[in-house]
């Protein structure tokens, strides 16, 4: 059964520093997806990751993916509060019959 | 808790059909669903959004004539595709939340395929 761990489930830190979330899955996925979700709105895609030792950055936010350990990381560089927002890893596989299995969200609060 | 199914998971039909997915909140009251859409190795998509009782907000550009969602109840909301056509081959997900929080819980998805 594919599950989808994510860590930590709720974080707080202060503008100015870097943190990382981790995402772990038990079994091989095709595709790794970030999201994020501010308050009462929708999902917004961050990164989608197809293989192994992928890495994408866009701004402060940096994702990668290893397959062989079945872990993706969102690394935050010198956060600024605006990236406070709940977090979001899924993944789909063959495995999954393509069906994605989400993470539980990391709630990331920044304060200035 | 907060479990959200969606039913079917998987679903073939042929072209000019309709068909009705349905998203539902197990253990919750979900006072707003979303349906999102998913295209091959692409990210979500937001379609609409849905208040129980009233009708959805679609996103521009999906046709609401096509894709008509109904939120009758607080714990079931339908997302039917009308005369469905190949191109509306893809993976359907609903979320649900309920008033006073800002998680969303993810169904598992509906992957439809027209031919």
């Known amino acids: 059964e594919l599950k989808v761990e994510q860590n930590p489930l709720f974080l707080s830190m202060q503008e100015g520093k870097n943190y990382t979330i981790y995402c772990n899955y038990s079994t091989t996925s095709d595709r790794l997806y970030w999201y994020r979700q501010d308050p009462g709105k929708s999902l917004e895609s961050l990164f989608v990751?197809?293989?192994n030792g992928a890495v994408k950055q866009e701004g402060r936010l940096m994702a990668s993916l290893d397959t062989k350990a079945r872990l993706s990381t969102l690394h935050i560089t010198a956060a600024v509060h605006d990236l406070s927002a709940t977090y979001f890893c899924a993944v789909d596989s063959m495995d999954s019959n393509y069906q994605l299995i989400w993470g539980a969200g990391t709630k990331l609060i920044i304060k200035p | 808790g907060a479990v959200v199914s969606q039913h079917p998971s998987r679903v073939i039909c042929k072209s000019g059909t309709s068909v009705k997915i349905e998203c539902r909140s197990l253990d919750f009251q979900a006072t707003t669903m979303f349906w999102y859409r998913q295209f091959p190795k692409q990210s979500l998509m937001l379609m609409a959004t849905s208040n129980e009782g009233s009708k959805a907000t679609y996103e521009q550009g999906v046709e609401k004539d096509k894709f008509l969602i109904n939120h009758a109840s607080l714990t079931l909301s339908t997302l039917t595709v009308t005369s469905a056509h190949p191109e509306d081959s893809s993976f359907y997900i609903c979320?649900?939340?309920?008033?006073?929080?800002?998680?969303?819980?993810f169904g598992p998805g509906t992957r439809l395929t027209v031919l």
């Open positions: 990751l197809l293989s």
């Open positions: 979320s649900a939340s309920w008033t006073g929080t800002d998680t969303q819980y």
